[in-house]
C-alpha cells in the first residue's frame, strides 16, 4: 500500500465523516431548513426552523453589551497585590457565579429569539434597546441582592445592615427589574407571532412560539408576585422564586407533550 493510502486509511480511522453520513445529515439539515453544515444531532432545535442569517450590527451590539454587563460584575478589575486582597475577592465568587449565571440565561434567550425569526423591524429593535437598558441597570442592584444574601447565609462577606423599609424597597427594585426583563421578552414573542404568516412559521413553530410567549409571561408573573409581596414582607420575596421551576416544568411538560403530538401529526400527512 502506497503512503498515500496509509494516509487515507489514517484519516478514515481517525474519524472522518462517512460520505453515506455526510449526506444523510445534510439531507436531514434541509429538511427542517438549516444550512448544510448543520448534521445529523447537531440542528439547534428539532422542531424549529432558525430563519436569521449572519450576525446583524443589532446581535452584535447587544453582544456587547451584554458582555459589558458581565464585566460590570467583577469583584474588582484590579489584581490583588496580596493573600488577604485575593481571598477577599475570592469571598465575592458565589454571588458572582449567581448573577453570571442570571445574565447568560437572559443572552440565550436573546439569542434564541434572534435565531429562530430574525427580526429587525423598528418595533423589535426597540424592544431590543429597552432590554440592553434594563440588563445594564439592574447589573448593581442585582449584585448588591446577592451580595448581601451571601453575607446572611454563608458569612462571604461584609455583612450590610439596613432596616425593614429599605429591605423592602430593595426586593422590590429587583421584583421589578425581573418582571420588566422577562415582560419584554413576552413582547418580543408576542409580536414574532402577530408576523407568523409573514415568516412562515409551522404549525408547530406556532405552538413553540405560544409556549414561549406562556413561558416568560410566567416569569414575569413571578416577579411582580415577589414585588408585592416585598411590599409588606420583604423576608418573604426571595422565596417566591422558588415557584419558577415547577411552573415552568408543568408549562414546559404541557406544551411539550402537545408540540409531540402535533409534530408527529405533521410528518404523517
Keep these: 500500500m502506497s503512503h498515500r493510502g496509509k494516509h487515507s486509511t489514517s484519516r478514515h480511522s481517525k474519524g472522518a465523516l462517512d460520505p453515506e453520513v455526510a449526506t444523510a445529515g445534510h439531507a436531514e439539515a434541509e429538511l427542517h431548513g438549516f444550512p448544510a453544515e448543520h448534521r445529523a444531532g447537531l440542528l439547534p432545535e428539532k422542531y424549529f426552523r432558525w430563519r436569521a442569517g449572519e450576525i446583524t450590527r443589532l446581535e452584535a451590539f447587544c453582544d456587547v453589551v451584554f458582555g459589558f454587563a458581565i464585566t460590570l460584575l467583577v469583584v474588582s478589575l484590579e489584581v490583588p497585590r496580596s493573600f488577604a486582597e485575593l481571598i477577599a475577592a475570592m469571598r465575592g465568587f458565589l454571588p458572582f457565579a449567581v ?125 411582580l408576585a415577589s414585588f408585592l409581596v416585598a411590599l409588606r414582607h420583604p423576608e418573604y420575596a426571595g422565596w ?30
Design 99 to 223: 448573577c453570571f449565571a442570571q445574565l447568560v440565561m437572559i443572552w440565550r434567550e436573546h439569542y434564541r429569539f434572534s435565531r429562530r425569526y430574525g427580526l429587525e423591524d423598528p418595533y423589535t429593535a426597540f424592544l431590543n434597546v429597552v432590554l440592553l437598558f434594563l440588563v445594564l441597570f439592574y447589573v448593581y442592584p442585582l449584585k448588591f441582592v446577592f451580595s448581601v444574601l451571601s453575607a446572611q447565609l454563608f458569612g462571604t462577606g461584609p455583612s450590610v445592615d439596613m432596616t425593614r423599609h429599605e429591605g423592602s424597597v430593595l426586593m422590590m427594585i429587583y421584583g421589578f427589574g425581573f418582571a420588566a426583563v422577562f415582560f419584554l421578552f413576552a413582547l418580543m414573542y408576542r409580536h414574532a407571532y402577530r408576523l407568523r404568516g409573514a415568516i412562515g412559521l409551522g404549525p408547530v413553530e406556532v405552538l413553540e412560539t405560544r409556549n414561549s410567549i406562556q413561558s416568560n409571561t410566567i416569569l414575569t408573573g413571578v416577579g
Design 240 to 269: 417566591v422564586y422558588f415557584l419558577i421551576g415547577p411552573l415552568l416544568a408543568i408549562n414546559g411538560t404541557i406544551m411539550g407533550k402537545r408540540v409531540r403530538l402535533l409534530a408527529e401529526a405533521t410528518q404523517g400527512k
